[in-house]
């Protein structure tokens, strides 16, 4: 198993720019999550879904989309793109809801820059 | 406010070694406290995980305990090697009436050197 891919590995944007955030998983989870991870900060819940067709917000989701079409996708669309937006982004996914006892699996992330 | 604060935020050691890292919380209701290791550019890899009723819990080299009353963990890494610089991140979930919530600490980033 590839288990969860990410791309790009990097991007730099500009301001007011938009781009989606791909992310793949081949466990067949129903669960997934995107997060950001800022400097010196943990990292924060932007979206997670908890099947396909249904998605829900995390604690920051101003300024993003997401869909789930499928069981193994759930891209990330940032519209219009702000340097606050500056960031490592991590998609995740677990087999049932995070926080119980399955492992939480994470990609290996999207580096982000917004000028 | 739920919080995860860590301690201390940065340690450098000699390979062989051993070191304890600290993880303080405020989130309740508690459900289960994990440790990850977060390698440069990479994702968040699982360590352990520990309930409630688990004071500790092993990985290979390393051993994560819980004290569920004062809500600290530590992680102890024993016969450190260079491998295993990383950043530490303790995460603790709680259970809310809309599900469970994990709230992350910003991390101990560990360098072992020669």
């Known amino acids: 198993n590839a288990g969860v891919t990410q791309t790009p590995k990097f991007r730099i944007l500009k301001i007011g720019q938009s781009m989606t955030l791909q992310c793949t998983q081949d466990m067949n989870h129903n669960y997934m999550y995107w997060y950001r991870q800022d400097p010196g900060m943990g990292l924060k819940l932007i979206y997670y879904?908890?099947?396909?067709?249904?998605?829900d917000k995390g604690e920051v989701p101003n300024g993003y989309n997401v869909s789930r079409s499928t069981t193994e996708d759930f891209p990330l669309r940032l519209e219009l793109a702000a340097p606050s937006q500056t960031s490592v982004y991590f998609c995740?996914?677990?087999?049932?809801?995070?926080?119980?006892?399955?492992?939480?699996?994470f990609g290996p992330g999207t580096r982000l820059t917004v000028l | 406010k739920n919080q995860v604060e860590q301690s201390p935020q940065s340690l450098i050691i000699l390979e062989g070694k051993n070191c304890t890292l600290q993880?303080?919380?405020?989130?309740?209701?508690?459900?289960?406290l994990r440790w990850y290791k977060q390698d440069t550019g990479r994702g968040p890899v699982s360590l352990t995980i520990m309930t409630f009723s688990e004071n500790t819990k092993s990985n290979g080299r390393y051993t994560a305990t819980l004290d569920a009353d004062t809500k600290q963990s530590s992680l102890h890494i024993t016969a450190s090697q260079l491998s295993d610089s990383a950043s530490y991140i303790c995460?603790?979930?709680?259970?809310?009436?809309?599900?469970?919530?994990?709230?992350f600490g910003t991390g101990t980033q560990l360098k072992v050197e020669l």
């Open positions: 879904s908890v099947g396909a067709g249904i998605t």
């Open positions: 993880c303080n919380y405020t989130v309740s209701p508690f459900s289960n």
């Open positions: 995460v603790v979930t709680a259970l809310t009436g809309g599900g469970n919530k994990l709230t």
């Open positions: 995740a996914s677990t087999r049932s809801l995070a926080g119980g006892s399955d492992t939480q699996y």
